[in-house]
C-alpha cells in the first residue's frame, strides 16, 4: 500500500467504494478485532467522511503522510456538539465551552506551522535520555502510594493506586499541594466521559464542569510555583513558550501544560492499569517477572498491546492525497485505530494470545509520526516503575473481583478494577 501525491485526472476510487466499518463506529471497541482482519479490507468507511485505518502498516504509513495532520479545532467542536446528545433545539444543548478551551490548549489539535514548536515544548523536557533524572521521584511517589494502599483490603486499582502515582508525580513537579492533587484525580475522573465516543446530555454536562474546574486549578497552581522562581523546568518552558510567536498559539504555557497534561494523570495511569491487568490475568507470566524484574519490559510491552490504552485516535485530511489509489479529500475525517494495530495478524502471531517472549517488532501504543505522543518516555518510566514494586517479591497483588470495561470509548478504560494489594513478611 502506498500514498502518492495528486497527478492529473487519473481515474481513481473514492470513500464511497470502500466497505462500511462491520459495526457502528459509535458503538465502540473492544479487545477483539477480529472482524476487521477477517475481511481483506484495507480500509474501511465510517460515514460519507470518515476512513477507518487499522492495519499496523497501514497506520504507520498513514500517521507519516505531511498531509494528515491533527483535527482541527473546528472539526472537533462540531462532533462534540453532535456527541452531546441529541436532536434537541441548539438553545437546549448542553454546554461544551471548556470543551474547546482545552481542545485549543492541547499540542493534539495544532497543525503546521504551530504543532511543531508546540509540540517540543513538551517533548524536549521528557526525552529519552532526560527522563531518567526523574526515576528517584517517581520510585518515590510509588513507593509513598503503595504504602498508602497495601493491607487496606480491596481497592479500586486505577482510582486508588496508578492514578495516585501519576498526580502525585506531576503535582511534585509543577508544585501541586496534597490537596490540589486529590482534587485533580477527582476531576479527571469526572471528565471521563470526554474521551466517549457518544455521550448523553448529562455526562457532558457534567465533563464540561469538571473540565473546568481541572484548567481553573491547574492553571492557578503552575502560575504560582512560576511566579515563586524556583521551579527551573517551568520556567525554561515559559521562555520557549513565549518565544512561540506564531498565530493561534495555546492562551498561556499554563493552560497549555495543564491542557496537555490531561494525558500526563489520566492515559499513563490506564497503561499501568491495564499492563497490571494483563499481568494478572498470566499468572506464569506474573511469576517469572516477579522472579526476574528485567521481564518488566516485556510485561509493559505485551500488555499495551494487549489492552492498548489508546483505542483511537482521529486525524485530518489538510489537503486531498492519495492513498493505494484512492482519493482522499482534504476535510475527510481519520480514525486511526491503533489498537487493532495492534492485533495484526500480519505483524502479530496469535495476536489474541499474551506471550512475554514476544520480540518488539511494532509497537502502535503511543501512536506514531510527528504526532508521536511528546510524553510517552516519561509514561513509560512511571508504568515501568509501578509494574517493577507491585511484582517484586515481598508485595503480592491479585483482582478482588471482575473487571468491566467502558466500552463506547477512545479508550481502553474499566469502570473500576478490584484489587487487593498487601505486603509479604520478610
Request: glycine share 8%; aromatic share 8%; charged share 20%.
Amino acid at each position: 500500500m502506498s500514498a502518492q501525491p495528486l497527478q492529473g485526472d487519473v481515474t481513481r476510487r473514492s470513500i464511497s467504494d470502500l466497505a462500511d466499518l462491520p459495526h457502528p463506529f459509535e458503538a465502540g471497541f473492544s479487545e477483539d478485532f477480529a472482524a476487521l482482519f477477517g475481511t481483506a479490507e484495507r480500509l474501511f468507511k465510517a460515514g460519507s467522511k470518515r476512513i477507518v485505518v487499522f492495519r499496523g502498516e497501514d497506520l504507520r504509513k498513514i500517521a507519516a503522510l505531511p498531509a494528515v495532520g491533527n483535527m482541527p479545532l473546528r472539526a472537533l467542536a462540531e462532533r462534540a456538539m453532535e456527541e452531546a446528545g441529541d436532536d434537541r433545539a441548539e438553545h437546549d444543548q448542553p454546554d461544551v465551552s471548556n470543551f474547546g478551551r482545552i481542545l485549543f490548549n492541547q499540542v493534539f489539535t495544532a497543525n503546521p506551522p504551530l504543532h511543531g514548536p508546540t509540540r517540543q515544548l513538551l517533548a524536549k523536557p521528557f526525552g529519552m535520555k532526560q527522563v531518567a533524572a526523574f526515576d528517584d521521584l517517581v520510585r518515590g511517589v510509588v513507593d509513598k502510594v503503595l504504602a498508602e494502599v497495601a493491607g487496606a483490603g480491596e481497592i479500586d486499582f486505577g482510582f486508588d493506586f496508578t492514578e495516585q502515582v501519576t498526580a502525585g508525580f506531576w503535582g511534585a513537579l509543577i508544585g501541586l499541594t496534597p490537596s490540589e492533587q486529590r482534587q485533580v484525580v477527582e476531576q479527571v475522573r469526572a471528565m471521563t466521559s470526554f474521551f466517549f465516543l457518544v455521550r448523553t446530555a448529562a455526562e457532558t454536562v457534567e465533563a464540561n464542569a469538571a473540565i473546568g474546574a481541572y484548567l481553573s486549578l491547574m492553571a492557578t497552581a503552575i502560575e504560582r510555583t512560576l511566579a515563586e522562581g524556583n521551579n527551573p523546568l517551568l520556567a525554561t518552558m515559559a521562555a520557549e513558550f513565549d518565544a512561540v510567536t506564531i498565530e493561534g498559539k495555546p492562551e498561556s504555557v499554563a493552560l497549555s501544560l495543564a491542557a496537555n497534561l490531561i494525558d500526563g494523570f489520566h492515559t499513563a495511569a490506564l497503561a499501568a492499569a491495564n499492563a497490571t491487568y494483563q499481568l494478572l490475568r498470566h499468572p506464569a507470566a506474573a511469576a517469572e517477572v516477579r522472579a526476574d524484574p528485567q521481564r518488566v519490559g516485556a510485561a509493559i510491552d505485551e500488555g499495551m498491546r494487549m489492552s492498548s490504552p489508546v483505542i483511537v485516535t482521529h486525524r485530518y485530511a489538510l489537503e486531498d492525497f492519495v492513498f493505494d489509489d484512492m482519493l482522499v479529500p482534504a476535510g475527510t475525517a481519520i480514525a486511526m485505530l491503533w489498537a487493532a494495530g495492534n492485533r495484526d495478524p500480519d505483524i502479530f502471531d496469535d495476536p489474541g494470545t499474551y506471550r512475554l517472549e514476544r520480540m518488539r517488532r511494532y509497537d502502535a501504543t503511543f501512536g506514531g509520526g510527528i504526532h508521536l505522543c511528546p510524553g510517552r518516555n516519561i509514561a513509560r518510566l512511571m508504568v515501568h516503575r509501578m509494574l517493577a514494586r507491585l511484582f517484586a517479591p515481598d508485595v503480592r497483588i491479585e483482582l478482588a473481583g471482575p473487571v468491566e470495561w467502558i466500552t463506547q470509548s477512545t479508550m481502553r478504560q474499566p469502570y473500576r478494577m478490584p484489587a487487593r494489594i498487601d505486603m509479604v513478611p520478610g
